[in-house]
Structures are given as structure tokens and as C-alpha cells.
């Protein structure tokens, strides 16, 4: 399935074709808008000159990395910290996945598995690994079973939470009416 995200069409389609694009974008999706964050993926592709692997990134002069990450305009909100966990991830790719994004859910039987290896990349939380499985299964048809009671409410079907269920600007619009609402539910407690 393409990636249909309110993004640049080559950076749609480079978010398709590429599974470390993919988990690159998820990583960098906090605290900047979704655009940005799933965006920054091809931006880097083209500052470096060439699509980067994960070998290239987790071997990377942190340095280097983190003035590609800062140049105007930044990749992230927080381009030292990104760049730094974007390595991170990198490393952990290498290190337990021959250096393959795809190896996070190649092979994986059950979608406990799947959010159990999600879970366990730097950054990555609770929520933000149930948001990755159902991105992989609602938008990459990665759909080991029980992979969507293992993303939890974001693997409903019909569900408007996450970057998961973007397909169009109508999904667009009701994916940021949830998070206003959960927001101002939060705000309303506090």
C-alpha cells in the first residue's frame, strides 16, 4: 500500500519503498507536526546525497550527524536529541536485525511479538510502539496475528488516533479532531 501521508509525493513515496524511512519518521514523530516529522526522512535522503542504511546512520560521526539534522531548516524541533536516537535505533537495527528496518516484523508470529521488539527501540514507548504496529498493519500490510489488539485502540478498525489512519485530508482532519479532543480532555483534568 502507498503511504498517503499530507506530505511531499516523493516523500510519500519514498516512506513506501523504504522501511527505514518508515521507523526514521516514527522516530521523529513527537513534539513536531506529523508532516515534518515523516518528512525528515527524505530531507535527509537528499542532504546526504544518497538514501542513507542503517549501517551508514549507526556508524555515523554523531557530529556530522547531528549539523545534518540542524541545518536550516532543521529536521526536528530537537535536531541534537533526534539525531542521537535516530543513531540509537540504527545501532539496535544493526545489532539485533543485520541492519534491516524490516527485520523489526520479518518473521514475527503474533503482534505481541511484533510491539514487544517495537517497544524495545530507544524512544520508543508504549503508545508510540502500539502507533508503529498499527502503521505497519493498517498502512504496510504487516499483520501478524492479534497485531491489532497488540496496538491496541489504534488498531480499531474505522479509527481516526494516529498517523496509522491517514489516508486522505478527511482522515487528516479527523485524526487531529481526536487528538484536539484528547488534549482538551487532558487540559480540562489538569
Known sequence: MAMTLPIDDAANEYLTRSPLALLIGMVLDQQVPLEKAFSSPYVLAERLGHEPSAVELAGFDPEA?????????ALHRFPKAMAARVQEVCQVLVERYGGAAEGLWDGVETGGELLKRV???PGFGKQKAQIFVALLGKQYGVQPDGWRESAGAYGEVGSHRSVADITDTESLAKVREFKQSVKAAAKAKG
Do not use: D, K, Q, Y
Open 119 to 121: 517497544g524495545a527501540l
Open 65 to 73: 550527524l547531528v549539523e545534518i539534522f540542524g541545518r536550516t531548516p
